[in-house]
C-alpha cells in the first residue's frame, strides 16, 4: 500500500495573525465598553446643564 499525501491546505500565516489581532482587538473594544460605564451620547459632549437651549442661547 502506498500512502498518497495530499495537500495541506493551510490557511496563510499572514491571516492567521491577522485574524489574531482583530480578535484581540475586538474582545478588547467590548471590555473597554462594558467596563467604561453607560454615559455615551450627545450628553456626554456638553457642559453638564443639560439643557441644550442655554447652548443655542450663547451662540448668538
Given at each position: 500500500?502506498?500512502?498518497?499525501h495530499t495537500p495541506r491546505h493551510e490557511?496563510?500565516?499572514w491571516l492567521v495573525v491577522l485574524a489574531v489581532v482583530a480578535a484581540i482587538?475586538?474582545?478588547v473594544?467590548?471590555?473597554?465598553?462594558v467596563l467604561g460605564g453607560g454615559k455615551h451620547g450627545p450628553g456626554r459632549?456638553?457642559?453638564g446643564t443639560g439643557?441644550?437651549?442655554q447652548?443655542?442661547?450663547q451662540r448668538r
Open positions: 500500500m502506498t500512502s498518497e490557511r496563510p500565516r482587538a475586538l474582545l473594544l467590548v471590555v473597554a465598553m459632549h456638553t457642559q439643557d441644550l437651549g447652548l443655542e442661547g
